[in-house]
């Protein structure tokens, strides 16, 4: 499909999103007080640096917009098995989300959630991190944001 973003199937294929493409700040990022702002939408190249590592990136929203998330881990041959999580600034969880199928053929260990609706306005902050909280240089990812469109 012409215009859509493409799993990659190799290390030396690349991920070509229509979205901005924005790739993860150097420094600390692990929780919503130190989060990387973003604008949405967009598509954030990330990496779990070490073991524990999580990375957390904050967005502003009205209440009622919809929004996807979509980590892109596993099918571009990373060893991150990604959990998604949606919190307020004090950490409170919104929604937290783990594997997904693609219709009932196709299954993936990557995460993605569409259609989460924002229940107030204000700053929302989606972290990404490993289910065994692994990380190093075989843990990159993907996180791709967008309003869902009707």
């Known amino acids: 499909m012409s215009g859509q973003p493409r799993a990659v199937h190799s290390a030396n294929d690349r991920f070509a999103p229509v979205e901005?493409?924005?790739?993860?700040a150097a420094g600390e990022n692990n929780e919503p007080k130190t989060s990387m702002p973003i604008t949405v939408p967009c598509v954030i190249n990330g990496r779990m640096d070490a073991e524990?590592?999580?990375?957390?990136?904050?967005f502003t929203a009205k209440k009622g917009e919809k929004f996807n998330f979509e980590v892109i881990a596993r099918r571009a041959q990373s060893n991150l098995?990604?959990?998604?999580?949606i919190m307020n600034l004090d950490g409170g969880v919104h929604r937290e989300e783990d594997d997904f199928?693609?219709?009932?053929?196709?299954?993936?260990?990557?995460?993605k959630l569409e259609g989460w609706e924002?229940?107030?306005?204000?700053?929302?902050?989606?972290?990404?991190?490993?289910?065994?909280?692994?990380?190093?240089?075989?843990?990159?990812?993907?996180?791709?944001?967008?309003?869902?469109?009707?």
Do not use: N, W
């Open 52 to 58: 524990s590592d999580l990375d957390c990136y904050s």
């Open 81 to 85: 098995d990604p959990i998604l999580r």
């Open 101 to 111: 199928s693609y219709g009932k053929t196709q299954s993936s260990q990557d995460v």
């Open 118 to 150: 924002a229940p107030m306005d204000g700053t929302f902050y989606v972290d990404v991190r490993d289910v065994h909280l692994r990380g190093g240089a075989g843990f990159p990812y993907a996180l791709k944001i967008t309003q869902t469109k009707p």
């Open 20 to 24: 901005p493409l924005i790739a993860e």
